[in-house]
């Protein structure tokens, strides 16, 4: 028997549901139904970066799926800061707007989840009551627990992870330096060669993060707060900066502003680098055209920042149950195994293989990887994320040093 396209989906969003239902309690299960019921008609305000049109491709996709499965709309707010959704329900709090705020789901991690905990922001907890969350083994993948160190208790539902990587034309370069301190030496040798994006952009502020952990004597102290040791912890960074700088693209007076702009400057043989959070970036790049086939991936020799992200419900959204009912398809199977491939975004799923049902598996299994993308041993270790207090005194200090 054939089926289309839709009743393809329509069973593997069932099988995704069954898989899930048969993980969670009775209870919980009719908390759910009853949910899904008060969601259907309601428009869900999702305040999310949109920086990458392959992601808001990605998230009109989900848009669709969500309205014809469970009758709630998506409208995506698309914000060049995620600081900035963080500033509207701080600025509804204070104007005692506590009801019929006007973000319903905010895609966050970091110090701007850290200031939303903080501040008592947050609706939830909202993982426990999620079905889709049950696909997820917390106690191996504690990291979707853990926000840039701060725990998250139920506060925000995981729907993506991350890890930072290099990429380069191996037609160009054919022996890619490994270490931040190599990177520093070749781009003394080859002037106008390397660049990054300026702090506070997230892939800016990561690579400064990355240096520091090479060359920080104890790499430990950054998962604790940032005290009276910054200036003593941070000192090698700014020695490192004051050094590579002028040897930047442009001499360190400009620089892209995010992934794509990195791409575009590779592409054109401006740059012999680029940064991605996206291990599949290289390889979607050269599905889309936008880099030559000659195009690879590498990680440096010690690991590289890697993160999960996460979207959260403000505690004031006028519409949360149709965000809760958007944050567990994030979860699905179907969200994740389309989100992970590299023809559409690359981004890797924080779902645990053995907790699908074989329908679900399969998904994965049909991927394919991609001639850029590494393979999960070849992306080697992890580095946790500092604790957010490092990323924002880091921007402000390289700000006040590089920023004019």
Do not use: C
């Not at 008592?120 to 993982?127: D, E, F, V």
């Not at 627990?145 to 037609?171: H, R």
């Not at 910054?230 to 620089?255: C, M, N, Q």
């Amino acid at each position: 028997m054939l089926f289309s396209e839709s009743g393809l989906k329509k069973i593997m969003l069932a099988v995704g549901l069954l898989a899930a239902f048969q993980l969670i309690p009775p209870a919980q299960a009719q908390e759910w139904s009853q949910i899904e019921q008060k969601a259907r008609g309601q428009t869900v305000y999702w305040n999310a970066w949109g920086g990458d049109e392959a992601i808001n491709a990605y998230i009109r996709w989900v848009g669709e799926r969500v309205a014809a499965d469970y009758g709630v709309t998506v409208e995506h707010v698309k914000l060049a800061d995620t600081a900035d959704a963080v500033r509207k329900v701080v600025a509804e709090k204070s104007a005692g707007r506590n009801d019929g705020g006007s973000v319903d789901l905010i895609w966050i991690n970091g110090e701007n989840f850290k200031a939303m905990k903080d501040q008592a922001l947050l609706h939830g907890p909202i993982t426990d009551t999620l079905p889709n969350y049950a696909l997820i083994d917390t106690k191996a993948n504690p990291a979707v627990e853990l926000d840039f160190t701060i725990p998250t208790e139920g506060l925000e539902s995981p729907w993506g992870q991350a890890k930072l990587v290099f990429i380069y034309d191996n037609a160009i370069v054919q022996d890619p330096p490994k270490t931040m301190m190599a990177l520093q030496a070749y781009a003394l040798a080859h002037p106008g060669r390397v660049t990054y994006p300026a702090p506070p952009q997230f892939l800016g502020t990561t690579f400064l993060k990355q240096a520091l952990y090479e060359l920080v004597e104890t790499p430990d102290a950054l998962l604790q707060p940032a005290g009276d040791n910054f200036e003593s912890v941070t000192a090698p960074l700014w020695a490192y900066l004051d050094k590579i700088h002028p040897a930047l693209w442009r001499e360190g007076r400009d620089y892209p502003d995010g992934d794509d702009a990195l791409i575009r400057l590779l592409d054109e043989g401006a740059v012999d680098f680029a940064l991605s959070f996206h291990p599949g970036r290289a390889s979607s790049a050269i599905t889309q055209g936008l880099l030559p086939d000659t195009a690879r991936t590498f990680v440096l020799d010690g690991g590289t920042i890697g993160n999960t992200h996460y979207v959260a419900i403000p505690y004031n959204a006028a519409h949360k149950e149709g965000a809760m009912v958007l944050a567990n398809f994030l979860l699905s199977p179907e969200a994740q195994a389309h989100k992970q491939d590299p023809d559409i975004w690359g981004d890797m799923t924080v779902l645990t293989m053995d907790k699908l049902a074989p329908e679900g598996r399969a998904l994965f299994d049909a991927l394919p990887r991609g001639i850029a993308t590494l393979s999960p041993a070849e992306l080697g270790p992890t580095l946790p994320e500092p604790h957010p207090s490092w990323m924002t005194r880091i921007e402000n200090k390289w700000l006040e040093r590089y920023g004019s």
